[in-house]
């Protein structure tokens, strides 16, 4: 670490904590010794724990960390809007240049003096753009909102200025879409506008908390690419929260690193991409950068090249009807003549954006969905085939046994009211597939083999951590020695170097107990690194499948491209958003 | 005290009965407001709207003044009794106040033959009805003959029954001739049913008539009604204060009409009212009277002790309401005014001596077991707990007051002995016992019966019942008491399914011979031998039943009294009657009830005090309200 | 990369069941936990109304009608002058006023009548069967008056009356839910569990049922109970007329849990675990809405007391001798009684605080019926 | 458009619902023993009044009591379908002509109603959400639910009672003596707005818990939303913020409680109208049961019926109309 690091990154856990932060040019917010705490019912959670940053005008400040690492309460403390917690202690001073700087953090939560601040020269955005936005206000009303709560103009003048800046965002037909509600706009509008309300006052500061974390891939890159430019026109200085290396690597000036509301390293850019100094600094780039190696190599033995499933012209759609007026909509085509054969001990990626209809083809193979026309043949253990889309399918309870699927929420997925023996035994429980008196050590047995102690069996769900859970839906699922698991996004929730480490524990099985795959993912990245062969699914149809390697180095299909282009690399030099 | 009262009262009467006799032509006073209109030329004078002879009313207390309105209040849409007992009462014959007379009223004269079988009343000259028109025996015989036909909307009242044939001598002249002689004909007139005959003007009423008007029918029809004869009904009948056209004698006539919608029922001075006072001014005093029609007892309490109500008794002067009124007298500027109560008890207990239940009907018609449970009453006890002390334990008999009181059959059996009625019970026979102490009828069942009580009449019933219960419990009958609605008691004991009936005392003072149910069985409302009475009252129906010697005695001698025409040949037969009715001792009575009272604001006039309280003499309407006036 | 990385830290023990966590939440709503003591005695001193009412309810006195409460003097003046600890209430002098037609009281100063605990009585059998012989509160001469909250028309004990109306007013409502719950869980379990064409007629009755005005409809039912039934059944048809309506929000409840569980992941996992429809339905959703279910049903019971003293008020359902709340509240429902013995509306503060309490209970358990919503 | 057939298939359905309605009211005024005749017999005799047995029977053929009730529903449902309501026996008028009379009145008191419920249910719903289990909530919210929990007659009768003893005025009614058959005017509305707030305050109190209970989950609901904090973001005030986003999102849902709110508002003013004596439907309503006037609590139960359907319809239509996630979704 070089001397000047050191003093504003502090290793507070062990250091004292009044370290004065020093000036810095041109810096236009400093926070020093921040701590914001959150009373739980057993006692004081230390969200924020003596952070201190400084952020330069015009300059992008990524903070990065994993969930629960405090990275959003640090963003918040800075507006000071964390109900139910605190600011403890600890000063965020706002420097606008040639004016006195505002200690934000010394200003009354609801006075007049920090509303000033807020919107005006300090805008933040949200990670969910839907909710956002208001539902029942028009988009342009808030902007407009916006624009008058700091500026003492008519109406119609600020109706003016909102359309200008939903040009600015790129918004189509702005004097439209003005009056038009945030339902009506699809992820990456919305985001559009929360940028464009962020931006009606032209502010010195943007705090852009997490904002792409909910879109796709592609719109992800639209959207840094337009605070990018923003950035660049209005001169502004960014605070970026994100958990996303890659995202990092793309927006970055400098960076913090936050773990349990600590600052463990912080830099320029480059300096912690190619020399990152803190272990877990170290494990989230290993992270990143794993996704871009294939698996080949992780899984022993041979493929065989008799297939298992053998899937034949899917189709599947869905006459929605929305709301209460039951309005009926155009028919959605979840699934169009989607084909594709899966050999045994195989994994076969399936990767889209959402509403390309991977989902569904999950939910299809394992009869929580009739499919409307086609079949899935499947090889059952005895060597007979079944059809698991056809009418006898899943009525067969004993096809469970065999057919597995692991799921994309790990708290959701697992019944908060059963412990986690009752958990991991209920299907050999109602499969008959263990006696009675074997079921425990049969339970402590798989958890041993999700590197999970035995001794949890007796605890809850609720105890257990995002990658801990996902541990015991895995055991849940390998408990019957199935032959075929559909993972459901089963990596999706999990921060960086978690889902790493579940993809490993899968892969080990995977050689371990000769699984077959079908692994579904919005991140190309988690399928190049799980499976052999990819399928990319749009709009219900497989536009392209193939070796992952070859489809990731030399993609046919245009829409792959675009998606591929638009994966952020954990690499700054690799940016093309930058100089 | 009771002796005092009563000679005042016929004092009172004898009065009023001779003062009426001796109207005299005189210069007459009116109301202001009518001599406005007078000298309008929107009426006529005063002397032209008054009958020839007035009826001169004498005060109870003093010459009143003209204008007010007296305020009370209706309960619910059918509460038409209280608009009877105060407008509404002008018979031919009206009882005098003190109830024990006859007097003309609405007819100058009247006589019978000596058989008592044909009354001619004589109507006075000029008198006309509201809108000016002269009132004559047509309307009367109008009345009587729609009234008489098979075309008559509801059902015929009795009295109205028993005329074969009404006819017009003259235009002032009616005659009435029965089938067959009675001797109650002039009081049956003179009761709440007396104006009947009285409230159908012609004129007015033959447009719903069928055989005057031919589109009566179809209008009815058109209108909702099931035809002329209850289009005709509705507009006229007594019972109905709808129609606020209908021209009337009364002192009032309707302006905003009693059709169970409007909020207030209000009425105003009728300017051809035939009454005066002895100074020659024309009656009532008042100009109109308002009723706020209400579907709570409360809000009247509340009007009433917030001296929003000027005089009234009906429906609020509970016993349990007046330590109320007694405070709320000087707030609400009133004072209680004392009732004679005209109930002689204040529980009738019926056991049913016609039951259709073999065993309970065996076991009620002895003598001994009926005794044994008037003995096992503490009747002292319930008149401390349920009338704070007020009133003496007292069987079904005549009040002190009244011309037939009976000392044994009101105080035969009254002391509370339960080692008496143990001792009877046991002598017929009922000597065995169950686990609980109850006694056993003769197939070693317990006998139990039940009691089915409605708190609707009086508050206190259900309570009576119970405390009733209890003592008897404690000699072994078990009595399961029911509070229920009363419809349902009511088509119980219509159909004769009751075990036993708890009532009021009806025919404790002048309304005894009319109405004599508890002394024989002689009506519907004869609920402790239901069969017995039809057999007198309707002989032919298939329920009626051979009563036993005792009470087909009573049935001759009431039979003698009702075709008697001499009072004196009335009261004889009256007391043979009671001396039966206390021989056999069919009803177990209670207690004697305490005097009613009702409440008066402090500046209204000639309020009576000490008035009977009954509906055949509908109170306050004999004392003539018409006197009624505010005080300065 | 080992099994103890960075993220394996256990935040909890982790072993709480549902029922902890939601008393652990519970515990937070004070109003609820204060509301649920509240209950927790109302229901004792109905379940021990022999023990805890002074007087037989039922039992009159012709001296004390409509007599006022007395106050319980802690101290007393022992021989010496000196005060000492005994509780005691003072006796009436009473006298009878014929033309009010009343008897007044005042207290009189001079009798001191001392109260002892548990001090012997009558013996009676507690709920029916236990035979005891003492009382939470006597005086030593049963003669002497003891009316703590005043008596009523016919001398009877208000405070005992009370207490024992609170056995029947507060079991109707229960009883009642129950009887609710049993039809709303098969309905609303049957409808949101299968959907379709059954679900679609249910909604569509219960949408009509829930159109219907209440008191007519309970009026008229009430109205036709066969009057020959006794006291006990009459009081069961009245808690299951007034679960006639009482069961169709339960079944909306049960039947929108039921819908949201559905698509829970868990649920589509034990479906892929195999598990039959019964086992899904008993083992995994039941579970997750019975806290729920008995939010819902606590604030249903406030609901069916209410109704139960409506009823009383138009004269219809429970009547005297059988005592309960509306019964009791039936004889206060007059200005007599509100001008001069307003200590008869004492059970309507005790349906007041039942109702009120109930609502806080049932808000707390409702807001604590999911422990692991965010 | 979309509005429209949506409120055309719900019409059509309400329409199958009034007639189900129809049969089951009709029913229930036969299910207690007797008929209007008996009922009417047993009331004179209890007031002390002498009855007059003999018209029974011939009555009862007149009025067609005597038919069976299959025949009796026929007869009074056609004609309800060509708009006749049938008779009223008690009051000798026609359905038509009673409810008429009333209706007016009896629908301004329970409109008053529940703009009361909702000005008491709003402040203390919206404050005990925002400031959750504080004191000032639980006092807030006991508050809101002591109307709840205090009996409606009760409450009527209590508040009949101190207005007298307080200031010496019966509120009975909605008018005094010398207004009740006036017609309307300046000085009749004052006298209106002097007694119509009693009988407002208890129907409001009755149901006010209920609308404060959902508002206060909503609102709990929705204060936790991030767009609450993308207010708060731009630097607008606290309350305002408040009122302007998550209170206005979570009013929506409450439109559509008008609908069901009815039959509490419904029910409780019958039980109020009866106490204070009000002129509109409920005392009529609970004298025609009584006295089994069958057309006439027929009818008045079906309309009260329809008129919760109709509430139930309005308040859902409202909803889409105020709702642009629901209008334009």
Known sequence: MTPRE???????????????????????????????????????????????????????????????????????????????????????????????????????????????????????????????????????????????????????????????????????????????????????????????????????????????????????????????????????????????????????????????????????????????????????????????????????????????????????????????????????????????????????????????????????????????????????????TTDLCGRGGFGDRSLYTEIRMIFQDPFASLNPRMTVEQIVAEPMIVNRACPKSELRSRVADLLESVELPADVMDRYPHAFSGGQRQRIGIARAIALNPRLVLADEATSALDGSLRAQVLDLLLKLRSRLGLSFIFISHDIGVIRYFCERMAVMRRGEIVEIGPSQSICDNPQHAYTQELLAAVPRADPKQSRLRG | MKQTLRLTMVAGVALGALVAGAASAADYNEAPGLAAMVADGKLPPVAERLPVNPVVLEPINEIGKYGGTWRSALKGAGDVGWIRRTVAYDPLVAFSIGWDAVVPNVAESFEANEEGTVFTFKLREGHKWSDGTPFTAHDIVFAYDYMT???????????????????????????????????????????????????????????????????????????????????????CDLDNWH?????????????????????????????????????????????????????????????????????????????????LFFDGQEAGGFYLYETVESLMNTGTVQLNQNSENPILNELFNQKDFRVALSHAINRQELIDVLFVGQGEPWQAGPRPESRWYHERLAKQYTEYDVEKANALLDGIGLTEKDGDGFRLDKEGNRIAFRLDVTSDLKPYFPDLAELVATYWSEVGIDVDVRTNERSFVYETIQANKHDVHLWVGDGGLGDALLDPRYYLPMNIESLYALRWAKSFYDPSSDDAQEPPAGVKRQHELYAQLQSSADPENQDALMA????????????????????????????????????????????????????????? | MTATTVDDRIVAAGTETQWQLIWGRFRRHRLAVFSGIVLILLYLSAALAEFIAPQDPHAFNARFTFAPPQSINLLDRNDEGRLIFRPHVNGYAVEVDPVALRRTFVTDPEEKIPLRLFGKSEPYRLMGFIPMQHKLITVEDSRTPLFLLGADRLGRDVLSRLIHGTRISLSVGLIGVIMSLVIGLVVGGLSGYYGGL????????????????????????????????????????????????????????????????????????????????????????????????????????????????????????????????????????????????????????????????????????????????? | MALLRYAVRRLLFMIATILALSIVCFGIIQLPPGDFLTAKMAEMAATGDAVNVDAVERLRAQYGLDRPFIVQYWLWVSGVVVGDFGFSFELTKTVREVIGDRLGISLAVEFLAIVVLWAIALPVGIYSAVRQYSIGDVAATIFGFIGLAIPNFLLALLLMYISFVAFGATITGLFSDEYMNARWSFGRLVDFFSHVWAPVLVIATAGSAQVIRILRANLLDELSRPYVDTARAKGMAEWRLIMR??????????????????????????????????????????????????????????????????????????????????RMA
């Open chain 3, 198 to 374: 059954f679900d679609l007629i249910v909604q569509r009755v219960i949408e009509f049922l829930r159109s219907l005005p209440t008191i007519p409809l309970w009026m008229g039912l009430a109205a036709a109970l066969p009057r020959d039934w006794d006291a006990l059944a009459i009081y069961f048809a009245v808690t299951i007329i007034l679960s006639l309506i009482g069961w169709t929000e339960l079944a909306r409840v049960v039947r929108g849990r039921f819908l949201a569980l559905k698509t829970e992941d868990y649920v589509t996992a034990a479906r892929i675990d195999g598990a039959s429809d019964l086992r899904i339905v008993m083992r995994h959703m039941v579970p997750a809405f019975t806290s729920h279910i008995i939010a819902a049903a606590s604030l249903a019971v406030p609901g069916m007391i209410l109704a139960e003293t409506a009823l009383s008020f138009l004269g219809l359902g429970l009547q005297a001798p059988i005592i309960s709340w509306g019964v009791l509240l039936q004889e206060a429902q007059n200005i007599r009684a509100v001008a001069t013995a307003p200590w008869l509306l004492w059970p309507g503060a005790a349906v007041i605080v039942a109702v009120l309490t109930m609502n806080f209970l049932g808000d707390g358990m409702r807001d604590a019926a999911d422990p692991y919503a965010q």
């Open chain 4, 245 to 326: 986003y998550p209170v206005r999102v979570a009013m929506n849902p409450l439109v559509s409680t008008i609908g069901w709110l009815l039959p509490t508002i419904i029910s409780s003013s019958i039980v109020t109208g009866i106490v204070l004596n009000l002129p509109t439907l409920s005392p009529i309503l609970l004298r025609s049961l009584l006295s089994q006037d069958m057309h006439l609590a027929g009818a008045l139960i079906l309309l009260m019926g329809v008129l919760t359907l109709l509430g139930t319809l309005l308040s859902d239509l409202l909803l889409a109309w105020i709702d642009p996630r629901i």
């Open chain 2, 243 to 323: 129609d606020a056209n209908r021209p009337t004698l009364f002192a009032w006539q309707p302006t905003a009409p009693y059709d169970g919608l409007s909020p207030q029922v209000t009425f105003e001075r009728n300017p051809y009212y035939f009454k005066v006072d002895p100074e020659g001014n024309q009656l009532p005093y008042l100009d109109g009277l308002s009723m706020t029609q209400t579907a709570s007892t409360e809000d009247i309490v509340l009007k009433a002790l917030n001296g929003e109500i000027d005089f009234m008794n009906r429906h609020i002067a509970s016993l349990s309401n007046k330590p």
């Open chain 1, 6 to 384: 050191t003093a504003i990154a502090l290793e507070p856990a062990d250091q004292s904590a009044a370290v004065p932060a020093p000036e810095v040019a041109d810096e236009i917010l400093a926070i020093v010794d921040l701590e914001t705490h959150f009373t739980m019912r057993r006692g004081n959670l230390k969200a924020v724990d003596k952070v201190s940053l400084s952020l330069r005008a015009g300059d992008t400040l990524c903070v990065v960390g994993e969930s629960g690492s405090g990275k959003s309460v640090t963003a918040r403390s800075i507006l000071n809007i964390v109900k139910p917690g605190r600011i403890v202690g600890g000063r965020i001073s706002f420097k606008p240049g040639d004016d006195a700087p505002i200690h934000l953090s010394d200003l009354d939560p609801y006075g007049p003096a920090i509303r000033a601040v807020r919107g005006g020269h300090i805008s933040m955005i949200f990670q969910e753009p839907m909710s956002s936005l208001s539902p029942v206000h028009t988009i342009g009303s808030q902007i407009i909102e916006a624009i008058r709560l700091h500026q003492p103009i008519e109406k119609k003048e600020a109706r003016e200025q909102a359309i200008s800046l939903l040009k600015q965002v790129q918004i189509p037909d702005p004097e439209i879409a003005v009056d038009r509600y945030a339902f009506q706009y699809s992820g990456g509008m919305r985001q559009r506008a929360m940028i464009a309300m962020a931006l009606a006052n032209k502010p010195k500061v943007l705090i852009a908390d997490e904002p792409t974390t909910a879109l796709d891939v592609t719109t992800q890159a639209e959207i840094l690419k337009l605070i990018k430019s923003l950035q660049r026109d209005y001169g502004m200085a960014v605070l970026f929260i994100t958990h996303d290396m890659g995202v990092v690597a793309e927006m970055a000036d400098h960076v913090a690193v936050m773990r349990d509301g600590k600052v463990l390293e912080y830099g320029d850019v480059d300096q912690i991409f190619s020399r990152p100094q803190h272990p877990h600094t170290q494990d989230l780039i290993g992270a990143a950068r794993l996704m871009e190696s294939g698996p080949a190599a992780k899984v022993a033995g041979t493929l065989s090249e008799e297939p298992i499933l053998q899937v034949r012209n899917l189709n599947l759609a869905f006459g929605t009807t929305h709301g209460m007026l039951r309005r009926h909509r155009a028919v959605v085509h979840a699934l169009r003549d989607v084909s594709f054969d899966l050999r045994a001990g195989e994994a076969l990626g399936v990767v889209g954006e959402s509403g390309s209809g991977k989902t569904t083809l999950a939910r299809c193979l394992v009869g929580l969905y009739k499919v409307d026309s086609g079949s899935a043949m499947f090889t059952r253990g005895d060597g007979s």
């Open chain 2, 149 to 235: 036909s098979d075309e008559y909307f509801e059902s015929v009242p009795a009295h109205i029954k028993n005329v074969a044939s009404a006819e017009a001598v003259d235009d002032l002249t009616v005659r009435l001739t029965l089938p067959e002689p009675n001797g109650l004909f002039l009081q049956r007139m003179a009761s709440v049913d007396g104006m009947q005959p009285l409230v159908y003007q012609r004129e007015y009423c033959s447009q719903f008539h069928i055989d005057h008007n031919p589109d009566a029918d179809a209008q009815a029809k058109a209108a909702g009604l099931t035809g002329w004869s209850e289009a005709l009904y509705e507009a």
């Open chain 2, 576 to 632: 043979e009657i009671l001396d039966i009715a206390a021989d056999e001792f069919r009803v177990i009575g209670i207690s004697l009830p305490p005097n009613g009272y009702g409440i008066a604001r402090n500046n209204i006039g000639n309020v009576p005090n000490l008035q009977p309280q009954a509906w055949v003499y509908p109170t306050p309407g004999p004392m003539g309200t018409a006197q009624l006036y505010i005080k300065d």
